[in-house]
Structure formats: structure tokens, C-alpha cells
């Protein structure tokens, strides 16, 4: 391996990674720094978990797994179709004083062959090409965690590619991101449940140019029945701004104002985190030692407080501008929506927008009460 390498900490693990390149699939070996709390996290879950057979499944330089093995202390095997990546992942190994397994393999051949209670799958773009054998690798009662950076498909600019990779409809509302996690975790859900598995979404997020979920799986047919109850579809009017979710046979063509309703999946309707699960990576980053421990906190908060309400969020400052009304603070906002006798919460999606358990008649009433 020719390849020049300087030394970087993350969390408490020393890694060797390439000196900057362009950050593509044309790098030698695959290290991308943005990507630390999405490392953090994974890291996090794999500490509250405590699994016996953690898998980074495309591993890169090994900055997930060698932190994994380093930190929790767990048994890891990192695997790499790359074999400079696999040098560099044994190089980190010596380097930390770990012991961990290597290989050198596609990702779906190590997944015919092995099982395990974790498996973390960060491709490029796309996951959807391991997630059948990583649905069948994985223990009942393990976490997969899904990394996709495919936000164009998922998010309604590519439609087309969002049905070939994800057999969804997606669309391009103001709350685009929120789709793209909940057309994730749907195919996650759809693929689980194809293999008499059902999944429990205990974090998800969206951060940069990602989405990232972690499923505990459960097995058997009662499970993937209870998992695809939470499997429907958006409803979205693109003049009065409803939105609501639907079951398939249930899609109405007309919005209550008149106008064509959009539909948007088949995608996740449910929680796409489990509050209890926040409160326990809360306490993991408040008490371990994470480079991005602080942000991480916060969207732990964030997202355990913003599973009270399940219907996409609304870009308030948008919706206000669209009705020619000055826009209002965030805290003067959800007072308000509390007076109206409904709930409104922050959510990590948009640092203006607000999921608001309300009809439209009142979403719109509260923010036109500004009308001047
Ligand atoms: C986004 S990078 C992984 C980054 C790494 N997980 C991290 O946190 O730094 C994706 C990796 O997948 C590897 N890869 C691509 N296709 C693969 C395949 N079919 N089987 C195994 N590895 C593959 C690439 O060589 C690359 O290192």
C-alpha cells in the first residue's frame, strides 16, 4: 500500500487514515471526517447494546469497527472489498493493540456465511444491495444499522431511481428529508418482513447528507405483521399543505380544499425512535467520552421529544412567508399551538420547523394570528 496517512483521534481510538484526498470512491482508501458523529453514534448504540459479534460490514479505513472494538470492547469483524482498506484496518488494529478479524471480501459473501447481533452497513449511496443478506445475518434481537447517502432518490429529485433502488414513491415537499428517513425505514421494514422478521426503529436521524437508522429485529410472522402495520402512505396537498398518512386501499384523490393530493411511498408511519432508547444514549453521551458528544446529546433530546408526534414536520417560517406574515419565534409558536389546545415540538429535521399534532385549519390559523 503507497498511500500517505497521518493520524487522527476519534472518540478514544488513535486511526490512521489517508491525507486528504477529494472524499470519493476514487480515494484509495475511504475516510470521510464529516462522518465522526455518525461514527459516535454507532459507536454509542453498539456500548448500550453490548453485542457479541459486531460487524462493520464496508468498512473503510475500520474507523467504526476499530473504535467499536476499542471502546466497547466487543468482538468485531471488519470487512472491505478494497485490500489497501483491509491493510490500512490491520494497521489500525496494531496500532490501538486490538485483536480483531479482517476480510477481504464482498459484502454479501461475508453475510452468506456469518451471523451476527450487529451489523453496521455505510455504503456509498445506497444499501439496498446487502440489506436481504443483512436481514438474514442478523440475530433475533440484533441492530442493523442502515447508512444511506442516496438523499436525491429518497428525497423526491430522483423519483425514478427512488422506485428502482427502494420500490417507493417519493416527493419533494418542504419536509423532503423526513420522507427520505421514512422511505429508509419502510424498505428496511419491507425487506424484514419478506423474511418473516419484523423491526423495532430504536434512532434514526438525518444529519448533513445522510439518513441513518438503527432496527432491533425480531423474528417470526407475528412480528413482521405488527412491523408492516406501520407501513402506509403520504398523503400531501401542495396548496393548503395537509399531509396525512394513508393505507393503501384508503388514497384519496382530492384534498379537503379541492385540490389533487400527492401520494408519497409506501414508507414508515410509526416512530422512527424509541424514547426510552433516546434517554439511554443520552446518558451514554453525558458520561462517555465522544468527540461529538455534545451535538450528539442534543439530537438525542431532539429526537426523543419529537416522537410524540408522528406527521411530518411544517417549515413554519415557510408556511408564514407563503401567507405574507412575519414569521415568529419557534417558543412564541408552540405556546401558542398549546393554547390552541395542541402540541407542538422541535424536531432535528430543520431548525425551523416544528411537528404539530393539529388539523391544518389550526396550523394555519395560529401562524395567520400574526397576520399585521
Ligand atoms: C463509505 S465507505 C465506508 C466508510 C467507513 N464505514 C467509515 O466509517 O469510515 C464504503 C466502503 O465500502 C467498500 N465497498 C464497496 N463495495 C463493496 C462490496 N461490494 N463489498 C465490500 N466492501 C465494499 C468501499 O471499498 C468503501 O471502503
Redo the contacts with the bound molecule.
Sequence with gaps: MDIALKEVIEGRTRLLVPVEGDMT?KDP????PV?EM??DISVAVASIAKPEAFC?????????GIRVANEVGVPVLM????PD?VELIKKNAELNKLSVEATC????R?LADRRFDFI?I???GTPV??MDSAVRAIDTGGILGV?A?DTAALCGSSPRACVKKYASTSLRTDYYNELGLRILIGFVASIAARHEKGITPLFSHCTHHYFKTYVKMKRGPGAATETLKNLGYLQHCFSCRFRGYEKLGNLAATCVCGSKLHNCGPLWTGRYAEPDFCRKLQKEFSEGSYGLGKEALALAKTIELEQAVTLPYYDVHKVARSMGVQPRSMEELIKDYERAGSRAVRTHFCGTGLRIDAGISIVSDVIASNMQ
Design positions: 470512491k482508501v475511504f475516510y470521510n462522518m455518525n461514527r462493520d460490514l464496508l468498512a473503510g479505513t475500520g474507523a467504526r470487512n472491505d472489498i478494497n482498506a471480501l464482498d459484502a454479501n461475508v453496521d455505510d455504503p456509498f444491495r446487502c447508512t447517502t
